[in-house]
C-alpha cells in the first residue's frame, strides 16, 4: 500500500496565503498552537463586526464553516493600546487550507 501525502502552500506562519487576512493594522493571526485570530480596538462593536467579515470571508474561501474552537474577549487597560481584544480560536488545519487541499486532491483524483 503505498501513501500519497497532499502538498499545502503555507506562509511563514503555517497559513495558506490564499486566507483571509484581518483587514485592520491591529488585528492579525497568532502562531501555533490554537491559532488565535485577534481583533483588538477601543470600540467593541468595530471589532466583532470586522470579526464577523472576517470570518463569513474565511467561511467562503474554505468552503465550509471555520472550525471555531472559542471566543475569548479579553481588555487591555495600558496607556496606548486598544482596549478591547477579542480572538478566535481556530483549528490551525482549517487556516492552513486542510479542507480545500482535500477538495483539491479529490477533484484531480476522480478527473
Known amino acids: 500500500m503505498s501513501e500519497e ?3 499545502l502552500e503555507l506562509n511563514d506562519a503555517g497559513v495558506s496565503p490564499k486566507l483571509p487576512t484581518p483587514s485592520h493594522p491591529s488585528d492579525q493571526i497568532h502562531e501555533v498552537p490554537y491559532r488565535p485570530v485577534e481583533f483588538r480596538d477601543d470600540d467593541l462593536p468595530a471589532a466583532l463586526e470586522r470579526c464577523a467579515g472576517w470570518l463569513r470571508q474565511a467561511q467562503q474561501w474554505l468552503g465550509e464553516p471555520v472550525d471555531v474552537l472559542a471566543v475569548h474577549l479579553d481588555y487591555d487597560e495600558r496607556e496606548g493600546y486598544p482596549y478591547y481584544d477579542l480572538k478566535l480560536l481556530c483549528n490551525e488545519e482549517d487556516l492552513a487550507g486542510v479542507p480545500v487541499a482535500l477538495r483539491e486532491y ?3 483524483r476522480t478527473a
Open 106 to 108: 479529490a477533484r484531480r
Open 5 to 7: 501525502t497532499i502538498q
